[in-house]
């Protein structure tokens, strides 16, 4: 087994290699803007630092978000390319679910990621491995209740203390994490989510509602 994992839900562009027993090369780089120019650049770096090439990856783990819309789909469509070109499966799994694993935490906690739009993504877990409820979208002041008293990590829970004042690293997903977790769940023969992205919400840019369309006479 040699797992190719990205992901591009969150502000890092992050990319790992791992052969099914361990993360054996990774790469993590945090820029909002530049999802698009960092991302295959990284892949190749991975798989340099490795000593490897694109054809020796067996399967390929993608972030499936939730995450803005923009960032979100660079590494979905990269993701379904790599597979459809290598002839691999491509597995999806939960942003959410990687930054939990890499916290390796045995308690009930929260995970929140920026949303923008002063809002936050998020779920609560029982522990590192099992998450208790659906990916959601909601304003922090909304959820404080739901939340009040648990740890909490992601650059959502940094972003505003006084609903995650137990807030603390990782800030955002790895893909050596991600890659880890579909690593372990595939070896236990559980199936993992269709790579299908999770926006929660319409992308920022719409069309205007008075829009008229022109056409040609």
Not at 47 to 72: E, F, H, N, Q
Not at 90 to 110: E, K, N, R, S
Not at 129 to 135: A, G, I, M, N, V
Not at 155 to 180: C, I
């Amino acid at each position: 087994m040699l797992l190719l994992a990205l992901d591009t839900a969150t502000p890092a562009v992050t990319v790992a290699l791992h052969d099914g027993e361990a993360v054996i090369a990774s790469s993590s780089q945090v820029d909002a803007r530049r999802h698009g120019e960092l991302l295959l650049p990284a892949v190749d770096h991975v798989l340099a630092g490795a000593g490897l090439t694109l054809d020796a990856v067996t399967g390929i783990v993608v972030g499936i978000g939730p995450g803005p819309y923009t960032g979100l789909r660079v590494g979905l469509m990269t993701a379904d390319t790599f597979g459809f070109a290598l002839g691999v499966p491509v597995h999806g799994v939960c942003t959410l679910d990687g930054l939990a694993y890499a916290t390796d935490l045995d308690g009930p906690f929260v995970v929140a990621t920026d949303a923008r739009r002063k809002e936050v993504y998020w779920a609560r877990y029982a522990d590192s491995r099992t998450r208790l409820t659906d990916p959601a979208v909601d304003r922090p002041a909304d959820i404080a209740e739901q939340v009040a008293g648990l740890p909490a990590v992601g650059a959502g829970a940094l972003l505003y203390p006084d609903t995650f004042p137990s807030a603390h690293e990782p800030e955002h997903v790895s893909a050596a994490a991600l890659a880890s977790l579909a690593a372990e769940r595939l070896a236990a023969g559980v199936e993992l989510p269709e790579p299908r992205p999770l926006y929660l919400r319409r992308p920022d840019a719409q069309v205007p509602k008075n829009y008229k369309v022109v056409t040609p006479k």
